[in-house]
């Protein structure tokens, strides 16, 4: 539709428009001035597993080792190294539904089978640790939990966290939190299940400067896990990856140790669009929106227009020139939602708002 001179708001990937803060990205090019185009360690540059341990430690007020954090271009491939190394045929994965939408694919990849466990929008997508141990049966290996959620914005208290902590020591299971959108908590605040010290020996955390720090093309991610996992994970990265670009780790480097700053204006940027947009989609009639309380994104479920999510998605771009995603990309539990970003200025999600009244009332409820 671009190519052919079409208006389109894109609000599917989670893929801003803000750019990278500057000094981030004179801190990359500063390397590659002094010559930082070389191989790197395997699990990561020293300085950059130790900022991201300090963070932590910092942060979460647990201690975290160096060695402990591996390096890899992005947590997708963070994330993706984690399952691989602990699932195999014949286990099982348990994905919190809505799921963020590559994570089924990951689980598939080793040989795992997939059990889905929805976490219901009448609650706002909170942490339902009953409904998930009923899930767990003699394969379950790992449970893969994401706060604040991809898609549902829900954000995971610390009690929640402890719940699923002693259900997963129970029964033997792994707990792999992906904490990719840590920084943008709008209500409540961050928790993580690495800051429950006394039940977190069975805990990876993955995560990475994409949300924070407006770094989504520069591929840069981490996980945090126990010291004999991180000697499988540096095995699979030497097989896939031999390493990641010394300059982009520089920068990341910079960024977790100098731009703490930054990162908090990308946070009330992302809060401000939250509040003005779901403010403004919630005057339309016909749909029901999930207010995030973090992350980029809102769910909306559109089942009153008589349609699923998907029709709704193909119908909107169609007629408005308005990209979202069909809910069915995250479970089948959201078949009749759609996930709707809130990634652009506010100019833009006027226009985008607008365009999805008018639609909406063209279709009638």
């Given at each position: 539709?671009?190519?052919?001179g079409e208006?389109?708001i894109?609000?599917g990937?989670?893929?801003?428009?803000?750019?990278?803060?500057?000094?981030?990205?004179?801190?990359a090019?500063?390397?590659?001035?002094?010559?930082?185009?070389?191989?790197?360690?395997i699990?990561?540059?020293?300085?950059?597993?130790?900022?991201?341990?300090?963070?932590?430690?910092?942060?979460?007020?647990?201690?975290?080792?160096?060695?402990?954090?591996?390096?890899?271009?992005g947590?997708?491939?963070?994330?993706f190294?984690?399952?691989?190394?602990?699932?195999?045929?014949?286990?099982?994965?348990?994905?919190?539904?809505?799921?963020?939408?590559?994570?089924?694919?990951?689980?598939?990849a080793?040989?795992?089978?997939?059990?889905?466990?929805?976490?219901?929008?009448?609650?706002?997508?909170?942490?339902?640790?009953?409904?998930?141990?009923?899930?767990?049966?003699?394969k379950?290996?790992?449970?893969?939990?994401?706060?604040?959620?991809?898609p549902?914005?829900?954000?995971?208290s610390?009690?929640?966290?402890?719940?699923?902590?002693?259900?997963?020591?129970?029964?033997?299971?792994?707990?792999?939190?992906?904490?990719?959108?840590?920084?943008?908590?709008?209500?409540?605040?961050?928790?993580?299940?690495?800051?429950?010290?006394?039940?977190?020996?069975?805990?990876?955390?993955?995560?990475?400067l994409?949300?924070s720090?407006?770094?989504?093309?520069?591929?840069?991610?981490?996980?945090?896990?126990?010291?004999?996992?991180?000697?499988?994970?540096?095995?699979?990265s030497?097989?896939?990856?031999?390493?990641?670009?010394?300059?982009?780790?520089?920068?990341?480097?910079?960024?977790?140790r100098?731009?703490?700053?930054?990162?908090?204006?990308?946070?009330?940027?992302?809060?401000?669009?939250?509040?003005?947009?779901?403010?403004?989609?919630?005057?339309?009639?016909?749909?029901?929106?999930?207010?995030?309380?973090?992350?980029?994104?809102?769910?909306?479920?559109?089942?009153?227009?008589?349609?699923?999510?998907?029709?709704?998605?193909?119908r909107?771009?169609?007629?408005?020139?308005?990209?979202?995603?069909?809910?069915?990309?995250?479970?089948?539990?959201?078949?009749?939602?759609?996930?709707?970003?809130?990634?652009?200025?506010?100019?833009?999600?006027?226009?985008a708002?607008?365009?999805?009244?008018?639609?909406?009332?063209?279709?009638?409820?």
């Open positions: 539709m671009e190519r052919d208006d389109v894109h609000l990937v989670g893929d801003p428009d803000l750019n990278t803060p500057p000094r981030i990205v004179a801190a090019v500063n390397g590659l001035k002094n010559g930082r185009t070389h191989y790197s360690p699990p990561g540059e020293p300085m950059l597993r130790e900022a991201v341990a300090e963070t932590y430690t910092t942060d979460l007020g647990v201690s975290v080792d160096p060695a402990q954090v591996t390096i890899f271009p947590a997708q491939a963070a994330l190294a984690a399952v691989f190394c602990l699932t195999g045929h014949g286990d099982e994965v348990i994905l919190l539904e809505p799921f963020y939408a590559t994570y089924e694919g990951v689980a598939q080793g040989g795992a089978t997939v059990v889905a466990v929805p976490m219901l929008a009448k609650n706002n997508f909170e942490l339902d640790v009953e409904r998930i141990a009923a899930a767990i049966t003699t379950t290996r790992v449970i893969i939990a994401n706060s604040p959620g991809n549902s914005g829900a954000v995971f610390k009690s929640s966290w402890r719940s699923l902590l002693d259900v997963c020591v129970k029964h033997g299971i792994w707990l792999i939190s992906d904490e990719v959108y840590g920084s943008l908590v709008f209500d409540g605040t961050h928790s993580s299940p690495l800051a429950i010290p006394s039940v977190n020996q069975n805990v990876v955390v993955i995560s990475s994409s949300k720090h407006a770094m989504t093309g520069w591929r840069i991610g981490w996980s945090v896990a126990p010291l004999a996992l991180c000697n499988h994970l540096a095995n699979l030497q097989c896939l990856l031999f390493g990641v670009n010394q300059f982009t780790q520089d920068a990341a480097t910079f960024a977790l100098n731009a703490r700053d930054e990162a908090a204006e990308i946070r009330e940027t992302f809060r401000d669009r939250r509040d003005s947009f779901c403010g403004m989609l919630e005057q339309i009639n016909g749909l029901r929106i999930y207010q995030p309380a973090g992350g980029m994104f809102t769910m909306i479920d559109i089942s009153k227009l008589g349609m699923d999510g998907e029709a709704f998605a193909n909107l771009l169609d007629d408005s020139g308005v990209a979202v995603v069909p809910g069915f990309a995250f479970g089948e539990s959201t078949r009749n939602f759609v996930r709707v970003g809130y990634l652009h200025d506010k100019d833009i999600l006027i226009d708002a607008g365009r999805i009244s008018r639609f909406v009332s063209s279709v009638g409820t």
